[in-house]
């Protein structure tokens, strides 16, 4: 956690699980953000020159310091964030290292030059080919849940694609941010191919306002929105990561014992900070006793404590603001009806000096939820688990995609078709069946969401294509004979259109071939202007 101090020129990161001090870092001004963008932009210059070979063999190097030292960095992800180190490793540290080998090893085959069909085109000697030029400088506005893997994996795709990267970590996990970039540096990276900008919420806009190739955020709906009006006035392009409400669908059919482990999971990992945890699960009536009773018992028992305990499974939240919303929800839920069966308020951790804040919820789950609730609506993100029920398929559906959210949802069944049936109606970026949550740790898979959850994909052939920029190169290799569609035009150039019309743009060989007499009178009569001129 931090805060800007009153001097408002640096940033004090803190321990959200006891207010200790983990340090401080200067804020950039304004004309440093500027700056660095215009830098990235000479380094980009040099880089986007590197060949993909040299480029692997640093994001692998890259992978080799992080590795050296992944328990520090493990540690100060979970001092700045709150979470649990086994999260920091399973998480973060493990998943984006498996991004950066597939990225590593397959940017250069997936940007490689694509012929593309071009259909009868090619009979006059034509051909198309699509090749992928790096954007320039990518801006990264990240968030603090996932405070290393999300900037590093994003910034590693866009070095691989050839770009250059400012960064502006969260204002809550400045240090992490600092790490990431001096990784970049420990690797042999040209100086400022990554470059590493402080600040808040107004280092971020003097980011957007910086004009770089392409922003990539993550964060709340509400600066996603700030974001996309200051970008639209300098045409930027814009990746949007935002907010969720994700649904978790459970039919009676499903493995119970499993949908139990997972919702808990699912709901109550990072402190429920994440935007595809389970915010919202609909279970079948006939099964909503067990599964609930499931659930319960094994919230019981989970651990909860400081993050740099190895059996802790819930640790602290990020900050009192976010806490808060997490009360307010709790307490909505109740006043509406639902009941809170376990926790419902802060947990009483013993032995911590938390100098007068106490940011750790206990994990708690609550029955009786309804669509018609506020929390049902609003993304919480901490660690509730309300549990609605539903009688029909179609219900099920309905009430999931009763949502302005659509970034990732789960489907539980031992009948496969009909999770597929259902997954596919659902309103999300991304849907799984019979599993929950981590698909983001899969770095080939596109990631992003449907309605309000965002704009754009990161990671996978999706989230590289953001990154670059396609160029076609046409090539005409008979370029002897005037275009039949080229001035001046006559009664016979508009009876070529026509047949262009219903032979041609058939895509039929067969009824293309039956226009040729009219192709060559329109040509003829080409020539014979050409030579009159
Ligand atoms: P936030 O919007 O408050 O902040 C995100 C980042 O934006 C921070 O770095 C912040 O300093 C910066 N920022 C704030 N105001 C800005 C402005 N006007 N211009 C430019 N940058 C600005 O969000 P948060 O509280 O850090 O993160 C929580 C949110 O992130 C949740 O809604 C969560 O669902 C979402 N999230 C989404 C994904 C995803 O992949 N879709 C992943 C993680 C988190």
């Not at 990072?270 to 499931?294: I, M, P």
Request: hydrophobic share 40%; aromatic share 6%.
């Amino acid at each position: 956690m931090s805060a800007v101090s009153e001097a408002r020129s640096e940033l004090i990161s803190t321990n959200p699980a006891d207010g200790s001090e983990v340090g401080r870092v200067q804020i950039s001004p304004p004309e440093e953000v500027s700056g660095a963008v215009a830098h990235g932009r000479d380094v980009f210059e040099r880089w986007k020159r590197t060949p993909f070979a040299e480029r692997k063999r640093l994001v692998m190097r890259a992978r080799e310091v992080i590795v050296a030292e992944m328990d520090d960095i493990a540690l100060l992800i979970s001092q700045e964030s709150g979470k649990p180190v086994a999260e920091a490793l399973s998480l973060e540290i493990a998943p984006v290292l498996d991004l950066m080998q597939w990225i590593a090893r397959s940017a250069e085959k997936m940007l490689r030059p694509r012929r593309v069909g071009i259909g009868l085109f090619s009979l006059m000697g034509r051909s198309s080919r699509v090749i992928y030029h790096p954007l320039g400088v990518i801006g990264i506005i990240p968030a603090w849940n996932y405070p290393f893997s999300i900037p590093l994996g994003e910034a590693a795709m866009a070095v691989m694609a050839g770009n250059t990267v400012v960064i502006k970590p969260s204002e809550l996990t400045p240090f992490v941010g600092l790490k990431i970039g001096e990784i970049f540096e420990k690797s042999g990276f040209p100086k400022d191919v990554v470059q590493i900008i402080s600040g808040a919420g107004e280092t971020g806009a003097a980011l957007v306002a910086a004009q770089p190739d392409k922003i990539v955020f993550t964060g709340s709906l509400t600066t996603g929105r700030k974001i996309l009006a200051t970008a639209a006035e300098n045409l930027t392009p814009v990746v949007l990561e935002l907010g969720g409400k994700d649904p978790m669908i459970v039919f009676e059919d499903a493995d119970m014992e499993m949908a139990a482990d997972a919702a808990v999971w699912g709901a109550f990992c990072n402190s429920g900070q994440n935007c595809s945890a389970v915010e919202r699960l609909y279970v079948q009536k006939d099964a909503a006793e067990e599964l609930t009773a499931l659930i319960v018992e094994r919230t019981k028992r989970l651990v909860q404590g400081p993050g740099d305990g190895e059996d802790v499974s819930i640790a602290a939240m990020s900050s009192e603001r976010q806490i808060r919303i997490v009360e307010q929800h709790v307490d909505y839920f109740c006043e509406a009806g639902a009941e809170a069966l376990v926790g419902g308020k802060r947990a009483e951790v013993e032995g911590l000096e938390n100098d007068g804040q106490n940011l750790f919820f206990q994990p708690t789950v609550i029955t009786g939820a309804t669509n018609d609730m506020r929390p049902m609506r609003e993304e919480t993100f901490g660690p509730i688990l309300p549990i609605a029920t539903f009688t029909t398929e179609e219900e099920a559906i309905a009430l999931a995609n009763d949502s302005d959210y659509g970034l990732t949802a789960s489907v539980w069944t031992r009948d496969y078709a009909k999770g597929r049936r259902v997954a596919e109606q659902i309103e999300a970026g991304t849907v799984c069946i019979n599993e929950v949550l981590y698909t983001h740790g899969i770095g080939q898979t596109p990631w992003g969401g449907f309605k309000k959850s965002g704009l754009g994909r990161t990671h996978g052939l999706e989230g590289l294509m953001e990154l670059v920029k396609p160029q076609h190169i046409h090539t005409n290799r008979i370029a002897l004979l005037p275009d039949a569609w080229w001035m001046p035009y006559s009664p016979t150039a508009t009876e070529t259109f026509r047949q262009f019309a219903t032979k041609f743009a058939t895509g039929s060989l067969f009824k293309t071939a039956s226009m040729l007499p009219q192709l060559l009178r329109r040509i003829k009569e080409l020539l014979k202007n050409r030579q009159q001129s």
